[in-house]
T-cell receptor, first 113, second 110 residues
Framework: NAGVTQTPKFQVLKTGQSMTLQCAQD?????MYWYRQDPGMGLRLIYY???????DKGEVPNGYNVSRLNKREFSLRLESAAPSQTSVYFC????????????FGNGTRLTVT | LAKTTQPISMDSYEGQEVNITCSHN???????ITWYQQFPSQGPRFIIQ?????VTNEVASLFIPADRKSSTLSLPRVSLSDTAVYYC???????????WGAGTKLIIKP
């Protein structure tokens, strides 16, 4: 049981390059989330998907797009990376109810130069 | 969405009981209180969740007073491996967007 798997673990991009962060969960969860975490700070929600086929903006969506490919997979795309997007990105999933906890992946550390 | 306030950092020693208190003054009737633990280079991990009174599991206890405007995470007999950042969150029953603060950095000393 792998839980939430994120790829890649590390990535370095040049300003203006694009990339897609992949996330997959094997817990049959309805909801999936993308967060970013900057040094010494809590997590900020980028986008979330309450169920397959739906996506919604979170707190900091600018510069990102998402795709809920199927129930298992939720990808995050940076179309034109900027240094301000240097961060650690975490994907999470849950049943989607208030009393069901989030399960996180181990993150993707992204550096944009 | 209820905002939470918790201490930035705490120190303790191995074998001690550690209590981390979180305030959430504008918690709504249907909100749950949840705590997560995060180690460096890892995603947060769920510890415990409660609605009122006391909840206990194999790793922690959660105390919630009647007015629910605060909660206390209690870690019994901590070890060095409990050194981590602990986040207190309020989860809305109608909106699952979680507001993450900076958390409490707990350092356990030998």
């Amino acid at each position: 049981n792998a839980g939430v798997t994120q790829t890649p673990k590390f990535q370095v991009l040049k300003t203006g390059q694009s990339m897609t962060l992949q996330c997959a969960q094997d817990m049959n969860h309805n909801s999936m989330y993308w967060y970013r975490q900057d040094p010494g700070m809590g997590l900020r929600l980028i986008y979330y998907s309450a169920s397959e086929g739906t996506t919604d903006k979170g707190e900091v969506p600018n510069g990102y797009n998402v795709s809920r490919l199927n129930k298992r997979e939720f990808s995050l795309r940076l179309e034109s990376a900027a240094p301000s997007q240097t961060s650690v990105y975490f994907c999470a999933s849950s049943d989607g109810t208030a009393n069901s906890p989030l399960h996180f992946g181990n993150g993707t550390r992204l550096t944009v130069t | 969405l209820a905002k939470t306030t918790q201490p930035i950092s705490m120190d303790s020693y191995e074998g001690q009981e550690v209590n981390i208190t979180c305030s959430h003054n504008n918690i709504a009737t249907n909100d749950y209180i949840t705590w997560y633990q995060q180690f460096p280079s890892q995603g947060p991990r769920f510890i415990i969740q409660g609605y009122k009174t006391k909840v206990t599991n194999e790793v922690a206890s959660l105390f919630i007073p009647a007015d629910r405007k605060s909660s206390t995470l209690s870690l019994p007999r901590v070890s060095l491996s409990d050194t981590a950042v602990y986040y207190c969150l309020v989860v809305s029953d109608s909106n699952y967007q979680l507001i993450w603060g900076a958390g409490t950095k707990l350092i356990i000393k030998p």
